[in-house]
């Protein structure tokens, strides 16, 4: 199977999620629909009812029992608002990764196929493994009151929220309220599992970028060597292939930090996966061999690349040693207050 048609049945499946919960925001035509409206009316339900609950805490225990999802809640939210605010800048990022990778590479060399078949084999990989893990989290999630009212006989709701004039322990009361938390769940998972396959779509497909440009750079360079041994440095016939073929390599790259930029457009905080490597490939370009006026757009892309946009994900870049080592003590920091939690209340 052709990687375009690997990523047409990708988009489908992205894209049937995005609709379920009304945020199919990778078309230009989108607008919120009824779906739409009823993330949002489950979000501010969550928020109220958690509200509700705080008020009646009986103890702290129940207190902090009520925000023990507080989280879930913000994270939730923050995505539910800026997808609405940058909702066109994700279609048209959608759509110029669509046609820069997949369209125009249709007909590409086999290195390039090779490189584009290499990241849409990871996306889907790594789509189906989030899926599963997922859905496999809601089942078990609503799992445990079932085993807990059929097994132990205790009426334990899937969220520690309680809904105004509703009696838990009733059997009605305890239907309604499970029904409504359910429905809560489904709708949050969707959207996490939405949001994180379309990220990890638009990270990865910037590696595709990095490696087709490297593969651009390289068959430049074996060109160039190529046919400055058939013609002198200053013929026509040098400027012009030279003109033409840093000509596209330099639109690419421009359409590479439009992608940045737009990323950070639309995540805030994301990280630069290849930056540096970008650097490299445009440093090893034969740019001595180049006329004056190519030489200087070679200047002006590698100050480009240097000066491209800052993007981390929490001060630190991810997939090397500082961002290991910043997670493991967020992790056992964690572990930390649990554990000293724990003593205190024994």
């Not at 995505?79 to 990778?101: D, G, R």
């Not at 849409?120 to 009151?145: C, E, G, H, N, Q």
Request: with cysteine; net charge neutral.
């Amino acid at each position: 199977m052709e990687a375009s048609e690997k990523f047409c049945q990708f988009e489908r499946y992205l894209r049937t999620l995005c609709k379920i919960i009304g945020f199919d925001v990778m078309t230009e035509t989108w607008k919120k629909t009824y779906q739409t409206f009823m993330s949002i009316c489950l979000c501010s339900q969550y928020f109220i009812l958690m509200v509700y609950s705080l008020i009646i805490a009986s103890d702290t225990f129940e207190l902090f029992k009520s925000l023990s999802f507080l989280g879930f809640f913000f994270q939730c939210s923050l995505k539910i608002y800026y997808t609405i605010q940058q909702a066109p800048q994700y279609a048209v990022n959608f759509s110029c990764l669509k046609e820069a990778i997949y369209e125009r590479h249709s007909k590409g060399t086999p290195a390039q196929k090779t490189t584009i078949t290499r990241i849409i084999d990871l996306l889907v990989l790594v789509t189906k493994a989030i899926s599963v893990l997922y859905t496999s989290s809601l089942f078990i999630f609503s799992l445990y009151p079932a085993y807990m009212y059929f097994v132990v006989h205790v009426k334990v709701p899937i969220f520690p929220l309680y809904i105004p004039g509703i009696n838990i322990y009733s059997a009605y009361g305890y239907g309604i309220t499970n029904s409504f938390h359910m429905m809560i769940a489904v709708y949050g998972l969707l959207g996490a599992l939405t949001s994180d396959i379309a990220f990890i779509m638009f990270v990865v497909h910037f590696v595709t970028y990095g490696g087709l440009f490297k593969i651009e750079c390289e068959q430049f360079d074996q060109d160039l060597s190529s046919v400055s041994q058939h013609c002198e440095w200053g013929t026509v016939v040098y400027k012009t292939f030279c003109r033409q073929r840093m000509r596209a390599i330099y639109q690419y790259h421009q359409s590479v930090i439009f992608y940045l930029e737009s990323m950070q457009e639309c995540y805030r905080n994301i990280c630069v996966v290849q930056n540096e490597q970008m650097i490299d490939y445009i440093s090893n370009l034969p740019w001595y061999m180049l006329p004056t006026e190519e030489q200087k757009q070679f200047k002006f892309m590698l100050a480009r690349s240097q000066l491209s946009a800052e993007i981390m994900i929490r001060s630190v870049g991810p997939m090397n040693m500082e961002t290991f080592t910043d997670i493991m003590q967020k992790m056992y920091s964690a572990f930390a207050m649990m554990y000293s939690f724990l003593v205190d209340l024994g």
